[in-house]
């Protein structure tokens, strides 16, 4: 009896982790693609498959660039190299072709003990950063690329958490403040809020497609050095969530603007295949940084970054990436190096499918034909999605969405009346998130809030992915419209 009495008083103990104990830090952190509103889709989801009526048959999730989620096929021979690579037995079968094994062997050759289940260099493997570079060099119209300063990672997130690491230093108002669009993609404010930073926005402009300023640059930076020490400029081109194409001029204003200012420059690059838009065009900024001069080349501190997820590929689960890091000091390219040890190498069959996407079959190789013909099946068809978007949503009165130029997601933006803004209020929930959940309550469409990714005050917007099929997209468009209608009616 006594030692039940013992257990009872052990089981009741306090938490050593609690709400208030925690890491500050990470309770600050907040992530909206996979915020509330996605909790409640999933609560829905199981509400659906207990035989619970609603309005709808499906939940259609909107919320995230997850391509094979949507229904896009895989690029088969990215596939083929990552089976042969996995399972080197099937070397021997005659069902893949000559090209994918030579590209297998030539990644497995790079492997511990010719294993895809070896650990790799920090940096990843040799012979693959050495195709990246030439990748680079190829995109870049020549211009040189040092297999030395390029990193493999998991997923592009992995290659920006880890250069903010690295920057972020100080205290009080020597802390490092990182300069980020609004709207942006709230890895960037999550890791900023993890690392104890200052995010010091800057807006893009939405009356002129989402571009970007250099007067608004200087605004965000010269105020914000009264409470920090602005000293990283991160930048979306093609734009996520707002799908702009960033000229060859904005890109050469951003370089003078961050050689002038002496900022650390963060280039996310991961839909530079996905431009749509007719005279858009994708610019590398390593290359534009080139072109201006060795005056910049060489003293511009940049990391851009690119990944397995998205463009044609749309291999999520892969977690594959890289970062090129130019102009870093010799030293801290030793502590990155380091850093990057600690979690010992990125996933190896992600370093393998990263690989095909830097070094795809070529003219005169048997799978090039069939690689050809199913990237630009992918792409002209994100392209056809984008126009479909952009046409359906200005056709609904309340709701502007500006040209869908690159990238894969709808950013538009929405009137919502001052009675649904007051009943937001009073269930504490911003505008745009009251909005969203009600869309998604009585029709099962989840995407996420404006408010997620920032916005100028007094706008409201939320973002879509433009990845499901054709039809199905029909569908939805349709479905929002009839929404959006009924929602002016009832709050007009």
């Known amino acids: 009896k006594a030692s039940a009495v013992n257990i009872t008083e052990k089981a009741s103990r306090e938490k050593i982790l609690t709400l208030e104990s925690m890491n500050p830090q990470v309770k600050a952190v907040e992530y909206a693609v996979r915020g509330p509103i996605v909790l409640k889709a999933g609560e829905i989801e199981k509400e659906l498959r207990k035989g619970i009526k609603k309005p709808f048959t499906e939940v259609i999730k909107a919320n995230i660039g997850d391509a094979h989620a949507m229904g896009q096929r895989p690029i088969t021979f990215l596939r083929q190299v990552v089976a042969l690579c996995t399972y080197p037995n099937l070397l021997d079968s005659p069902s893949f072709p000559e090209d994918a094994k030579k590209r297998a062997r030539r990644i497995l050759q790079g492997c511990g003990g010719n294993s895809l289940g ?27 690329a040092d297999p030395d300063n390029i990193y493999l990672t998991t997923g592009a997130s992995d290659g920006i958490s880890a250069i903010l690491k690295i920057l972020i230093s100080g205290g009080g108002k020597s802390r490092t403040g990182v300069m980020i669009p609004i709207p942006q993609y709230p890895l960037y404010s999550a890791a900023i809020s993890e690392l104890d930073a200052i995010q010091v926005n800057y807006y ?62 963060l280039a996310d690059e991961v839909y530079q295949d996905n431009v749509y838009s007719e005279g858009c065009q994708f610019h590398s900024f390593k290359k534009i940084l080139y ?3 060795p005056e910049y080349y060489n003293n511009v501190e940049l990391a851009s970054f690119h990944s397995t997820s998205k463009g044609y590929m749309g291999e999520c689960g892969y977690r594959g990436g890289y970062m090129e890091v130019i102009n870093l000091h010799p030293e801290i390219k030793g502590q990155l190096v380091k850093l990057l040890s600690v979690r010992l190498c990125p996933p190896v069959s992600g370093q393998a499918a990263m690989d095909i996407v830097v070094n795809p079959p070529v003219p005169g190789e048997e799978s090039y034909a069939q690689f050809i013909k199913e990237k630009e099946s992918v792409l002209n068809n994100l392209a056809k999605k984008a126009k ?66 920032g916005q100028r005050e007094g706008t409201y917007h939320f973002r879509m992915t433009i990845l499901p099929p054709v039809e199905k997209l029909k569908i939805l468009l349709e479905k929002v419209k009839d929404f959006h209608i009924k929602f002016l009616e009832k709050y007009a």
């Open 118 to 144: 070896s650990y790799t260099a920090s940096q990843g493997i040799n012979c693959i950063r050495e195709d990246v570079a030439s990748y680079i060099e190829r995109r870049d119209g020549g211009v040189p």
């Open 204 to 265: 893009l402009d939405e009356e002129n497609c989402w571009g970007l300023d250099v007067n608004e640059l200087r605004r965000a930076l010269n105020e914000a050095k009264a409470y920090c020490n602005p000293k990283v400029l991160c930048t979306i081109n093609p734009g996520n969530p707002t799908g702009q194409v960033q000229s060859r001029k904005c890109i050469e204003d951003v370089i003078h603007f961050a050689w002038e200012e002496k900022l650390f420059l």
């Open 291 to 293: 072109e201006m001069g």
């Open 388 to 453: 479909l978007t952009e046409d359906m949503f200005n056709k609904i009165p309340g709701v502007h969405c500006n040209p869908l130029q690159g990238a894969m997601y709808a950013f538009p933006r929405i009137f919502i009346p001052s009675k649904a803004i007051e009943e937001a209020k009073a269930h504490k929930m911003a505008p745009d998130m009251f909005y969203c959940m009600k869309l998604l309550e009585e029709t099962g469409i989840c995407v996420v809030p404006g408010s997620g990714f």
